[in-house]
Nanobody
Framework: QVQLVESGGGLVQPGGSLRLSCAAS????????MMWYRQAPGKEREMVAA????????NYADSVKGRFAISRDNAKNTASLQMNSLKPEDTAVYYC?????????WGEGTLVTVSS
C-alpha cells in the first residue's frame, strides 16, 4: 500500500534551518510529482513546494521562494524540503503528498515550530 512518512520537524529559532524528509513506498516513486504542503493552526492547508518526477522542475509558494528548496532522491524513494531563514509564520504541520492512481495520498505530517 502507498505510504508517505515525514520526519525532521521540530522547534527552531527564527532565522534557523530545518530539513524535512518524506520516505515513500508502495508506488513507482520516480514517475510521480511530489509535493509538500503545510497547515498552520486555524488556517487552510496550502501547497509549499512541488517537484517533477525527474527532479528537473520545481515550484514554490511565493511565501517561501528563495528560502525553501525541494529535492528528491529517486534511488532512495525520498523527497526532502530544506527550509532556511525560517520565520514564525512558517510554523505549521508539514505534509508530504502524492497523487497515485488517481487518489490523493498524505503522510501524517511533521510539526515545525519557529519560535524564540
Amino acid at each position: 500500500q502507498v505510504q508517505l512518512v515525514e520526519s525532521g520537524g521540530g522547534l527552531v529559532q527564527p532565522g534557523g534551518s530545518l530539513r524535512l524528509s518524506c520516505a515513500a513506498s508502495g508506488f513507482t516513486f520516480n514517475r510521480l510529482r511530489m509535493m509538500w504542503y503545510r497547515q498552520a493552526p486555524g488556517k487552510e492547508r496550502e501547497m509549499v513546494a512541488a517537484i517533477t518526477p525527474g527532479g528537473g522542475s520545481t515550484n514554490y509558494a511565493d511565501s517561501v521562494k528563495g528560502r525553501f528548496a525541494i529535492s528528491r532522491d529517486n534511488a532512495k524513494n525520498t523527497a526532502s524540503l530544506q527550509m532556511n531563514s525560517l520565520k514564525p509564520e512558517d510554523t505549521a504541520v508539514y505534509y508530504c503528498n502524492a497523487w497515485v492512481g488517481g487518489m490523493d495520498y498524505w503522510g501524517e505530517g511533521t510539526l515545525v515550530t519557529v519560535s524564540s
